[in-house]
């Protein structure tokens, strides 16, 4: 009986058990584990372990080619699952029904039950979550910028949601006791729509970077993609949705004459036109619901472990580090500024509309990289005339293309980096982040 304690230590200990097999895709031993006690429980216990048994059993048929007898599987689970209500019980028996519910959509229609192509099978979430909190949701949770601020945000007990596409999270992220796994696919909307059920806040990092021709796929990674985010974000009455982004999308700025978080303007570059659009899609489909938009434009994050500066540091280590003579204006973050600045704007209450993030000082990207090279302990970059770099840029993309590889340099990114850039930082500094770690470059250039 479930009030007996052996029995009460068996239970977790088996639904656990179940669970890991489940989620590494050992459907039928995982069906075997939840059987051996499903008969000895009673209430939602018996319900939640009989569905989780049929979720198992139905995959154990898809891998077998049988789709039908799947699709029949999938719907007795979803609707054993539909009917928990015992509170512990009922977050994996949510979770898990919206799943079975976008996998039955995906393959009952005809001509969709090719074993090869299915959406990625759901996972068992039987982590505990604090009564008075719900999930982060983090984009791109396997990037750079995405898997920084998952490290950054577990040891302050906040419950994470990673969705990841195709690579996969670092193993550090994917065994942390706050954190649930979750593979998605932007721009597959049946597969979003679970891994957004239950949270109270998105963070957006995913996109496609080092490919060349951006100006090819970014209208459709950069609106279409997010696009489906935000409507299952709405779908889900989401509280928050925060996007990242950068002051480039206004165009070139100043000191004197800073971004101020207008939408209306024309950038030249197809990263920041793009990037544009899709804030004024949030600001749009966001209009008139309960989803707060929020936009952080995050100057240049600067610190170790960035992809960008390690690149710098590689190439400057080779001295093949160039950069064009005319002085260019760049707004700098340092990176534990830019994931507290983050974190604010996930946790702190009434956060919405636009925030330019960065230190307080500007500098010119010529000298910034002049004085990372003298930190790292190698020559200052070379100075090549802008057509010459664009150039090379076209080179790196021809090869990326005829070879089918990463392009690290791309034409769209060299014109995005000539732009001069500096946003007006009062609102983030009110509202979001009164005092930095690092106000300057120069107080910060250790972290390099």
Known sequence: ??????????????????????????????????????KRESGDRRL????LIQAAAAYVKWRRGEP???????????????????????????????SLEAWI?????????AVAEHPPFPRVSIGSRKSDATPILITGAAGNLGSLLARHLLPHNHDLRLM?????????????????????????????????????????????????????????TNTLWFGNLVDAALDANVGRVILISFPHVEGPTSFERPATGRLDRDPISSHARTRLEEERLLFERTRGTQTAPVVLRLGMVYGRGILMIEAARWLARRRLLAVWPEPTMDQLISTIDAMRAIEAAVTKPGIEGVYHVGDEKPVTLQYF??????????????????????????????????????????????????????????????????KLEYPNFEAGISTL
């Not at 939640?48 to 569905?51: C, E, F, I, Q």
């Not at 609707?79 to 979770?95: D, Q, T, W, Y």
């Not at 959509?105 to 039950?113: L, Q, V």
């Open 369 to 434: 990289l002049d004085e990372a090279c003298r930190t790292w302990g190698y020559p200052r970059p070379w100075r090549a005339p802008f057509w010459s770099i664009l150039a090379a840029a076209g080179l790196c993309e021809l090869f990326a293309t005829m070879f089918r590889t990463k392009s690290p340099l791309t034409r769209d990114f060299v014109r995005i980096g000539r732009v001069p850039h500096w946003g007006d930082t009062r609102r983030f500094r009110r509202e979001l982040l009164p």
């Open 48 to 51: 939640l372990l009989h569905g």
């Open 105 to 113: 959509a995906a393959i009952a229609s005809p001509g969709a039950h």
């Open 1 to 38: 009986m479930p009030g007996d304690p052996r029995d009460d230590k068996s239970y977790p200990s088996a639904l656990a058990r179940g669970a890991r097999l489940f989620n590494r895709e050992k459907f039928f031993e995982a069906h075997e584990v939840w059987e051996e006690i499903w």
């Open 164 to 220: 990841y596409h195709r690579r996969l999270l670092p193993d550090d992220l994917a065994r942390a006791p706050n954190v649930e796994a979750f593979q998605a696919d932007l721009a597959n909307p049946q597969t979003v729509a679970p891994a957004v059920a239950g949270v109270g806040v998105v963070v957006h990092f995913a996109g496609v970077l080092f490919a060349p021709r951006p100006e090819r796929f970014l209208p459709v």
């Open 68 to 98: 039908s007898g799947t699709v029949k599987l999938l719907q007795r689970a979803s609707e054993k699952l539909r009917r928990v209500r015992e509170p512990n019980a009922l977050r994996i028996a949510g979770e898990l029904a919206a």
